[in-house]
């Protein structure tokens, strides 16, 4: 929603779309070929003045085939159990989809998985989210991705695309995975900079309403109300900022994004 309400204000502004991952937008960012960054903590860059935007847990993306496999009989009971937190030691011998490293997201689970002294069987890594969450629905192998992900198509996805996968936090505090606006301190924030946090904020708060309802909705229907998610990746972000006429915003929502004039 953020892009085209930004659009519809500013008419005059273009945007186009290409990839790149966490790494490469401070590496934008700190040549001045971008304005603003749209990404998960920690921000290594010094001299970036940080906005929050929300935060949320990193979610174990599981093929319910793969929890009916592992637990059999159980596996109803056992879902209701990881609802409030995964045991991640249950899914040592399945295979793991993971982001290349490079993604913030990726280094938040590798630490993960070593302070619980866990090696996973990884069989694909990719530059995509969109990619990974895929080949999960797919019942090709399990993966991790920021909570926010998952709701975003949780609102607008069918729900044939739930009923495939199963969806369990990562309860460490350490796997907080925090969404964040960061901009350089030496450089001025245009008005169209602080118009675009002020549309992100919007955004994310509509859709945590929009969450809310949808999950009592779901409960007084005596719906499913565990894994009620489907599959997206917001990625980062990073927009460019300048004169209105003329200037080029490039995004991306299958992942990591720059903005370049």
Do not use: W
């Not at 009971?77 to 040592?92: N, V």
């Amino acid at each position: 929603e953020v892009l085209p309400k930004f659009q519809a204000e500013f008419p005059m502004v273009d945007f186009s779309l290409f990839e790149g991952n966490s790494t490469h937008l401070e590496d934008e960012l700190a040549h001045g070929r971008v304005d603003l960054i749209v990404c998960f903590q920690p921000i290594m860059m010094e001299g970036v003045e940080v906005v929050p935007l929300t935060q949320e847990d990193l979610m174990l993306v599981v093929p319910r085939s793969f929890t009916d496999q592992i637990f059999g009989d159980r596996a109803e009971e056992m879902r209701k159990q990881f609802a409030d937190g995964a045991d991640i030691d249950a899914f040592q011998h399945m295979p793991f989809i993971l982001i290349k490293r490079g993604n913030r997201t990726r280094s938040i689970v590798d630490q993960y998985f070593s302070r619980h002294f866990f090696k996973p069987k990884l069989i694909l890594e990719t530059e995509n989210t969109i990619t990974t969450l895929a080949m999960a629905e797919a019942g090709v192998g399990i993966t991790i991705c920021p909570e926010l992900f998952v709701k975003t198509i949780h609102v607008t996805a069918a729900r044939s695309s739930t009923d495939k996968l199963d969806f369990f936090p990562l309860t460490d505090p350490s796997t907080i995975s925090r969404l964040v606006v960061g901009y350089r301190r030496d450089r001025y924030l245009s008005h169209f900079g602080e118009r675009f946090i002020q549309l992100t904020q919007q955004a994310l708060h509509t859709l945590h309403q929009r969450l809310i309802a949808d999950n009592a909705g779901i409960i007084v229907d005596h719906k499913r109300a565990v894994g009620r998610y489907c599959l997206h990746d917001a990625g980062d972000l990073a927009v460019l900022q300048g004169d209105v006429e003329g200037t080029d915003l490039r995004v991306d929502f299958s992942a990591d994004l720059v903005a370049e004039l």
